[in-house]
């Protein structure tokens, strides 16, 4: 049974940061492509970081470069978004997707809201 669990979101303040966890299983993680996507409402899903399975490639949205850092840990079957010098604007769901050729699998999503 394919699981991706996304967990580390909560409520923080401007400026802050957190960090997002992704752990995998049923599937083979360490040849998967791995991203990040967040969904805000009444906004569409938008990719926000991505990492190749080898951890070697990674892509950021222009929103998030220089604040946020995709890694992944293919012993664990775990990929992290931190996430630092956090923006009211970066509130959103966030949720992990797995990509091969021949399937994606995305997580249930965590919240991450941003607040004073």
């Known amino acids: 049974q394919v699981r991706l669990v996304e967990s580390g979101g909560g409520l923080v303040q401007p400026g802050g940061s957190l960090r997002l966890s992704c752990a995998a299983s049923?599937?083979?993680?360490?040849?998967?492509?791995m991203s990040w996507y967040r969904q805000a409402p009444g906004k569409e899903r938008e990719l926000v970081a991505g990492i190749g399975s080898n951890g070697g490639n990674t892509e950021y949205a222009d929103s998030v470069k220089g604040r946020f850092t995709i890694s992944r840990d293919n012993a664990k079957n775990t990929v992290y978004l931190q996430m630092n010098s956090l923006k009211f604007e970066d509130t959103a769901v966030y949720y992990c997707?797995?990509?091969?050729?021949?399937?994606?699998?995305w997580g249930q999503g965590t919240q991450v809201t941003v607040s004073s």
């Open positions: 997707k797995a990509v091969r050729v021949w399937y994606s699998y």
């Open positions: 049923g599937f083979t993680f360490s040849r998967s492509d």
